[in-house]
């Protein structure tokens, strides 16, 4: 065999042995979802490119070089979403979501696409979980966004995590920081990388987030957000802490949190580990109260916060966490015969139907070849039906872990398997 045509870089895929996988963390976080009265939105994977361009930020990494742009046969520019945020806020004011409540609160999962260069934890198409809270200024929301995704982390299981927190600043405060930031780097300019030199007239604030060492040195000394903060910022600020502080979640303060994406104001967080090596950030998000407006909404403050599933999945793999494989016990059908076999839908068909869960493999036919398939597969139950159980409408049950065998009549099957299999 030769392979004709491989998967995309930077994009895998999710295989049958690992799907379950998925499957549970996605039920996990919208069990937690529900418990929190966030409801599910699901929004499209392309959307006009001028919506990132305008909320995620015309200088940030993800619209400057990770952007998967197209045009459409009739010459529309569009892009795959790098990420859930601006197309949420997009469709909160195109279905005029916040009519109903004064509050909206919103969940969503699914794949985005950023043009990286891809590495361990760092993927182009990855997939992420994400909530979005419409309609309240109050720090108090902060706290309860943050503790959502402590829950979903804890719940997990997962224990090799931390909270770090800051705060941007708004928009009356925060251009005073990026000028103490101008300021310090100026003189500074030949040594920063290309990139940096950039950042430096475009969005001094993602010079503290550069990976190359020598900025890292400088965005150490640089001045602190912390400093610059007007008297409402401070004291919300002070009030996100303190409610965390009231729900028991530990966080340390971290100035120099300042995301990717340029539609942040006041609080910023991430979760991070020290066990996934340079991409270690598990989620992050935080405050955009003017997207809405930007985006030609009403003025309405939100905040939320999105994770990667990938890095979950690789955490909780070098944490060793599993998850509980359910309880429900398995039926294998073994069919003896042709007789057997052209009955074999009509009891498939009533097994499923009960709610019962059956296999079977229709390319053997001697019955040790189907108990070793019975075997292979883990079953709890076999079923055997030969021409002799059809003729006396009865059929065997094998008990897989002792071996103890009982005939039962055809037509008690469904009553006697369900105890069976919900025990
Ligand atoms: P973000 O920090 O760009 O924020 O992405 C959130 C999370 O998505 C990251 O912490 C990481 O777990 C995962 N992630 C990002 N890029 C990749 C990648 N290339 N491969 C694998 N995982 C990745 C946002 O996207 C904001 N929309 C979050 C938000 C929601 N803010 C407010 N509401």
């Not at 965390?244 to 910023?268: H, M, S």
């Not at 007789?339 to 009891?347: E, L, N, S, T």
Request: with cysteine.
């Amino acid at each position: 065999m030769s392979l004709k045509y491989k998967i995309p870089r930077g994009t895998y895929d999710i295989l049958p042995e690992d799907s379950q996988f998925w499957y549970k963390l996605m039920n996990k976080f919208r069990e937690l979802c529900r418990l929190y009265n966030y409801h599910e939105i699901v929004t499209p994977i392309f959307e006009q490119a001028d919506l990132f361009e305008r909320s995620v930020g015309d200088s940030s990494d993800i619209v400057e070089k990770e952007m998967y742009k197209f045009q459409d046969k009739k010459g529309r520019v569009f892009a795959l979403r790098p990420e859930g945020t601006a197309s949420v806020v997009r469709s909160f004011i195109e279905n005029n979501l916040g009519r109903q409540s004064s509050i909206t609160r919103v969940y969503y999962s699914g794949p985005m696409f950023r043009y990286d260069r891809p590495q361990k934890g760092r993927f182009r198409q990855f997939y992420q979980y994400g909530v979005e809270h419409f309609g309240s200024e109050d720090p108090f929301v902060d706290a309860e966004v943050i503790s959502l995704a402590n829950m979903f982390l804890t719940k997990l299981g997962l224990k090799n995590f931390r909270l770090e927190l800051n705060s941007l600043g708004c928009r009356d405060c925060s251009p005073l920081y990026d000028q103490a930031l101008v300021n310090y780097y100026s003189s500074l300019k030949t040594d920063l990388c290309p990139d940096c030199q950039q950042r430096l007239t475009k969005n001094p604030k993602r010079l503290l987030d550069c990976k190359v060492d020598s900025c890292r040195n400088y965005a150490r000394e640089a001045p602190s957000i912390l400093d610059y903060l007007d008297e409402n910022c401070r004291r919300d600020f002070e009030l996100v802490q303190k409610y965390l502080t009231d729900q028991g979640i530990e966080f340390i303060v971290n100035p120099r949190i300042v995301r990717g994406l340029d539609y942040y104001v006041k609080t910023a967080f991430e979760f991070t580990t020290d066990a996934l090596g340079s991409q270690n950030t598990l989620c992050g998000g935080g405050r955009y109260d003017g997207l809405v407006e930007d985006l030609g909404g009403d003025k309405t403050p939100g905040i939320g916060f999105a994770g990667g599933f990938e890095r979950l999945i690789e955490i909780m793999k070098i944490e060793n966490i599993g998850f509980n494989e359910s309880s429900e016990k398995s039926i294998y059908l073994v069919l003896l015969g042709d007789q057997a076999r052209a009955q074999a839908a009509g009891i498939l068909h009533e097994l499923r139907t009960n709610g019962i869960k059956v296999d079977f493999d229709i390319t053997k036919t001697s019955i040790k070849a189907q108990m070793k398939s019975a075997d292979k597969a883990m079953t709890n139950y076999s079923l055997i039906i030969g021409d002799e159980e059809l003729a006396r409408k009865t059929v065997i049950l094998k008990d897989m872990s002792t071996g103890e065998q009982q005939i039962i009549q055809k037509k008690e099957l469904v009553s006697t398997l369900i105890p069976l299999v919900q025990q």
